[in-house]
């Protein structure tokens, strides 16, 4: 099993390009996550999915869309590629069931210029 | 939503001290507590967690106590090794809503030879 993959691992982007990140995870888990991770603030929320078709916003959505088209996918759209989006991006995913451990990719590291 | 927030966000140590780091979360419907090391360019990697259910649970070197009535949790490295050396992210998780973690803002460990 690969477990949570993430193409690319690294880009820069002029302001104002668009770009997607994919996630892919072959362990059929239902909910997948997209997180940012910015210096010295952890990890925060920019959408989710808890199923195949379904999406919903995060803690910080602004700027961001996502798609579930099939359940080992999740992917993240920048539309409009701002610098406030220079961060590295993880995605993660977990069965829906009583085990709530999260396993992440390993990450896209995302320049914007 | 939920917050959580974690102290200090530096901790030096000796080799072989104890290091204790401490989360603290403001939403009682929380009940699953994981801890999360984070080496340099490398994804989150889960070390140790617990459920709302148990006071403390330990890993060989790794422990975690848990006190819902204070909504705080702790995290406990004894006989520190300079391989300990990392960033360190508690989080909590509501499995209602959007059933996905919310980290605090990470500690910093140094462990001096």
């Known amino acids: 099993n690969a477990g949570v993959t993430q193409t690319p691992k690294f880009r820069v982007l002029k302001t104002g390009q668009s770009m997607t990140l994919l996630c892919a995870q072959d362990m059929n888990h239902e909910y997948m996550y997209w997180y940012r991770q910015d210096p010295g603030m952890g990890l925060r929320l920019i959408h989710y999915s808890v199923g195949e078709g379904t999406t919903a916003k995060g803690e910080v959505p602004d700027g961001y869309n996502v798609s579930r088209l099939k359940k080992q996918n999740f992917l993240l759209g920048l539309e409009s590629a701002a610098p406030s989006q220079t961060s590295v991006y993880f995605c993660?995913?977990?069965?829906?069931?009583?085990?709530?451990?999260?396993?992440f990719g390993p990450g896209t590291r995302l320049t914007v210029t | 939503g939920e917050n959580v927030e974690q102290h200090p966000s530096t901790l030096s140590v000796q080799e072989g001290d104890s290091a204790v780091i401490k989360c603290t979360y403001s939403?009682?419907?929380?009940?699953?507590f994981p801890w999360y090391k984070q080496e340099l360019g490398k994804r989150p990697q889960l070390i140790i967690d617990i459920r709302s259910n148990v006071g403390e649970k330990k890993d060989q070197r790794i422990a975690v106590t848990l006190n819902k009535t204070a909504k705080h949790f702790s995290l406990h490295i004894t006989e520190t090794q300079p391989e300990d050396s990392a960033v360190y992210f508690c989080?909590?998780?509501?499995?209602?809503?959007?059933?996905?973690?919310?980290f605090g803002s990470g500690t910093r460990l140094q462990v001096q030879p």
């Open positions: 939403d009682s419907a929380s009940n699953y």
């Open positions: 993660a995913s977990r069965s829906p069931g009583a085990a709530y451990e999260q396993y």
């Open positions: 989080a909590a998780l509501i499995n209602t809503g959007r059933r996905a973690l919310t």
